[in-house]
């Protein structure tokens, strides 16, 4: 079965919606055809100035949102970034593909700069780690949400480039990104996604929130001043955004949600659209609970997942130590 990989950073206590409808749903879907690693991301997190205790914790309960979400730790390999330490390493070859200008060009680098933002090292060559991550698994597909496209474009030049100079090595990945909910945006501010950094708390939905403050969270969306219940993403971008949200959740295509509110208002939008993600979000938050009181259980997932990783990771990177000319290990 061809390979899949994706990531998430451990940068909070809680998923938000974005995180679960653009990356997650796609990942429990996937991992029936393809042969599935998706990890947490905690060297990324390093990135992020963090106290190592809260760094711990958060790295445990986005893993367990995972299987929360409905991935299967049988079917695929749930593992930490930093138990596979080749990924340092193949990031360091990475590094040494990459120029500087091309790192300093990111459009994440240059954000996070900008904002005056106290930029590390790790933050500039972040893309190039997150290149590794994917590259390792000689992944065919992605599935990440609209927001990471221009690091798979990185990671496909890399590998290009690699392959270029040393020879047909790596598998030159393409991303999936499935239109429509690869982009959940902020529910005070349609036009802007949903960010944990960026949203404020009305804005956004952490699914371990309390299910009577999403709810409230939703009913209190920023929509238009329109009356019309219409999937229109350029013209009603709050609308459409609650549309794609019920659709996801409730498996129906999105005209056909919309369609189902004709005649109707805002109000009734809202009203459902909150029930739809309170059904999807406590069962979610029943089966986090169970997750965390075995949190031995936990961990034996991840070592699990590690040795699985660490075997497929061990493979790539001999290839790699042997096109680029390092002796190989013994
Ligand atoms: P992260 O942790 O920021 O986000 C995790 C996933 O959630 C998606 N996402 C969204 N999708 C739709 N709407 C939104 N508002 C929204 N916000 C976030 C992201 O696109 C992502 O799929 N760099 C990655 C982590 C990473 C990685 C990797 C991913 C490290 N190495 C290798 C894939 C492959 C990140 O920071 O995602």
Redesign the pocket.
């Known amino acids: 079965r061809p390979r899949i ?5 451990p ?1 909070s206590d809680s ?2 919606l ?2 679960y ?4 749903v796609n990942w429990v879907g996937l991992q029936e055809d393809f042969d599935a690693y998706y ?1 947490v ?1 905690d060297l ?1 997190a390093l990135t992020v100035p963090t106290d190592p205790e809260v760094l711990r914790h958060r790295t445990r309960v986005t893993a367990a949102q995972f299987l929360a979400g409905g991935v299967d730790p049988v079917r695929s390999a749930v593992f930490c ?1 930093s138990h596979v330490s080749l990924h340092a390493e193949l990031g360091w070859v990475m590094n040494c593909l990459t120029a500087d200008g091309e790192a300093r060009r990111m459009t994440q680098f240059k954000d996070k700069t900008a904002k005056g933002q106290n930029a590390n090292v790790g933050l500039l060559t ?1 893309p190039m ?2 290149a590794a ?2 590259l390792m698994y000689d992944a065919a597909y ?7 496209r221009q ?1 798979l474009e990185i990671t496909r030049d890399l590998a290009q480039r690699f392959n270029a100079r040393f020879g047909d090595t790596l598998v030159v990945p393409d991303a999936y990104i499935v239109k429509g ?5 902020d529910l005070q501010e349609p036009t802007a ?4 950094s960026t949203s404020s708390p009305k804005g956004l939905i952490d699914l371990m929130d309390d299910p009577r403050r999403i709810a409230k969270n939703i009913r209190s969306a920023v929509t238009d001043t329109g009356s019309e219940v219409r999937y229109d993403p350029e013209g009603k971008a709050g609308v459409s955004n609650l549309l794609v949200i019920h659709s996801v959740l409730s498996g129906t295509p999105v005209e056909e949600v919309a369609a189902s509110f004709a005649g109707r208002g805002y109000g009734d939008l809202k009203k459902e659209v909150a029930e739809v993600v309170v059904a999807a979000v406590e069962p979610f938050q029943e089966r986090m609970r169970g997750l965390l009181e075995d949190p031995a259980e936990l961990d034996r997932i991840l070592a699990d997942g590690a040795a699985r990783a660490a075997e497929v990771a061990h493979v790539t990177m001999s290839r790699v130590r042997d096109a680029v000319g390092l002796l190989p290990a013994a």
């Open positions: 990989l994706s990531g998430m950073q940068t998923l938000h974005g995180n409808l653009g990356a997650l990890f991301a990324h970034q972040y780690l997150m991550d994917i992605v599935p990440v949400g609209e927001d990471q690091h909910s690869a982009k959940i945006q996604k949903m960010s944990k």
